[in-house]
């Protein structure tokens, strides 16, 4: 069986800095407040014409630069992503149109299981790889954030910003690196928690719906927080023990970035020193789905990852959804 091996990352996030104070003067919240719960200091903001599409496209021509590689060597894209370009098509097939793939070489689709959708995405995508069907595969994460979010929600608003990320994961005879396991798990018993109410099935989009600010994130923080933490301990402790792994083997864990508190208490769990998480929540905030290979991206390219390094990633988010995945760093 062919091994599924990222090969190239690249990311994309949006020149304007939101910083704390751009709230503190906006609504009754301080930079206090803010960074002693959250961690974070600043996110970006993309401009109201840009789509997700176009973060994704972005993100992924940094990627393929990388490889240099062109872009009609990729069988498929997956895009993860909750803030997509339309409720229909898929935001796959616009990043497919925009960069100009080759059509009808190329397939792709969406999936969306919010914060964790970028390793849902990949540990999919792995799976077409190692099946021999494919060879080369993009995986995005790309949100904007700044679309649901409500600005004038302090709860919501000071811990979202936009951002996108790619990898390139290609099949690979080389057995040493790629991703090697995975644990992920849905439980729909989250939606009361964190959700969107409305411009679904169950409340399509109305004057009342809009009216009544519904088309916004709706999270009730503390609850997410407690199962966060949990959930991100025990899929992290679950892929460790299954892979006989202490946290003296993990060279990076690679945690969504929602709060700097849950990062720190999943570090804790795997008994792992704090420099060797990756941590960038401080400048992007969250960014759903961008997050993990915004950092992937950031830390390869300062050059901070070697070659076998063995990684957890790990994610939490809206479904809830949950995982760890435990794979070696293949890019040389
Ligand atoms: O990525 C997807 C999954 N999402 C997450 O993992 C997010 C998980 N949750 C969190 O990160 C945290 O719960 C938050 C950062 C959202 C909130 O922090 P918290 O420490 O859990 O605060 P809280 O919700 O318990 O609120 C404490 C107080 C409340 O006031 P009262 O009721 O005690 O008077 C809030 O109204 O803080 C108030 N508050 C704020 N105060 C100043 C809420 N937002 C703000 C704000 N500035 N921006």
Redesign the pocket.
């Known amino acids: 069986m062919k091994k599924a091996v990222i090969t190239a990352v690249g990311h994309y996030v949006p020149d304007n800095i939101i910083t704390n104070k751009y709230?503190e003067e906006r609504?009754?919240?301080?930079d206090e407040?803010?960074t002693t719960?959250?961690g974070i200091r600043e996110r970006r903001y993309a401009p109201d014409d840009m789509a997700t599409s176009d973060m994704g496209v972005r993100a992924i021509e940094d990627c393929l630069k990388m490889r240099g590689i062109d872009k009609d060597e990729i069988d498929f894209i997956i895009c993860a992503t909750v803030t997509p370009d339309h409720v229909f098509p898929a935001t796959a097939c616009l990043i497919q149109h925009k960069l100009g793939m080759k059509h009808p070489k190329i397939w792709g689709f969406d999936i969306s299981a919010?914060?964790s959708g970028f390793i849902f995405a990949l540990e999919t995508a792995r799976r077409l790889i190692e099946s021999g069907g494919s060879k080369k595969a993009i995986v995005v994460g790309a949100d904007k954030m700044t679309a649901i979010v409500d600005p004038l929600?302090?709860?919501?608003?000071?811990?979202?910003g936009d951002g996108a990320g790619a990898v390139l994961l290609e099949a690979s005879d080389d057995d040493t690196v790629g991703i090697i396991d995975s644990v992920l798990h849905v439980d729909g018993s989250g939606l009361p928690h964190?959700h969107m109410k409305a411009g679904g099935s169950v409340m399509p989009a109305s004057h009342e719906t809009v009216d009544q600010r519904l088309h916004y994130a709706y999270?009730?923080?503390?609850?997410?927080?407690k199962?966060?933490v949990k959930s991100m301990a025990d899929a992290t402790s679950d892929v460790m023990q299954r892979n006989n792994l202490t946290g003296n083997d993990v060279a990076w864990l690679v945690p969504?970035?929602?709060?700097l508190?849950?990062i720190e208490a999943t570090a804790n769990r795997m008994e792992l020193d704090i420099d060797r998480v990756m941590i960038n929540i401080q400048r992007y905030g969250?960014t759903?789905a961008g997050?993990i290979p915004i950092c992937l991206s950031e830390w390869q390219k300062e050059g901070k990852i070697k070659y076998g390094d063995n990684m957890i990633v790990a994610?939490?988010?809206?479904g809830f959804t949950y995982g760890a995945m435990f794979l070696k760093w293949g890019i040389k």
Not at 153 to 159: E, K, N
Not at 315 to 318: K, L, P, S, T, V
Request: with cysteine.
């Open positions: 709230f609504m009754d919240t301080t407040w803010i719960r959250t919010a914060c929600d302090r709860a919501t608003c000071i811990i979202f964190l999270q009730e923080g503390q609850h997410v927080f199962a966060a969504h970035q929602a709060n508190r849950i969250n759903t997050t994610a939490f988010g809206g």
